[in-house]
């Protein structure tokens, strides 16, 4: 059975960081794709960021480019999300998602792209 567990979420100020971390169980972790996702309250799910197979491939969507990473161990089976410079508009539930499919950037935006979804981690910045 496919599992994925988020991890690392909390409350934050304004200006601060948090890593969020991933870990895939019963999955061939370094034949998926990865992805972050998030929801804000009352908001539809967003596409944050992506990442290939060998992790040398990377997307982040506009609004977190230069302050949010995403990056994975295949040797632990870890995915993780580096965010720095937090801002009350990051407040949302993160998800991790894995694709079993060839990463192409532009399909790995739609949550469409992904087979498996783990349930969730709450980030709140407080301003």
């Known amino acids: 059975q496919v599992q994925l567990a988020e991890s690392g979420g909390g409350l934050v100020q304004a200006g601060g960081s948090l890593r969020l971390s991933c870990a895939g169980f019963g999955l061939a972790f370094s034949k998926s794709a990865m992805a972050w996702f998030r929801r804000a309250p009352g908001k539809e799910r967003d596409f944050v960021a992506s990442?290939?197979?060998?992790?040398?491939?990377?997307n982040h969507t506009d609004s977190v480019r230069g302050r949010f990473t995403i990056f994975r161990d295949n040797a632990d089976h870890t995915l993780y999300l580096q965010m720095n410079n937090l801002k009350p508009e990051d407040t949302a539930v993160y998800y991790c998602a894995a694709g079993e499919l060839n990463y192409r950037p532009e399909f790995m935006t739609q949550s469409t792209s992904y087979n498996y979804w783990g349930q969730g981690t709450q980030v709140t910045v407080s301003s």
């Open positions: 990442i290939n197979q060998e992790g040398d491939s990377r």
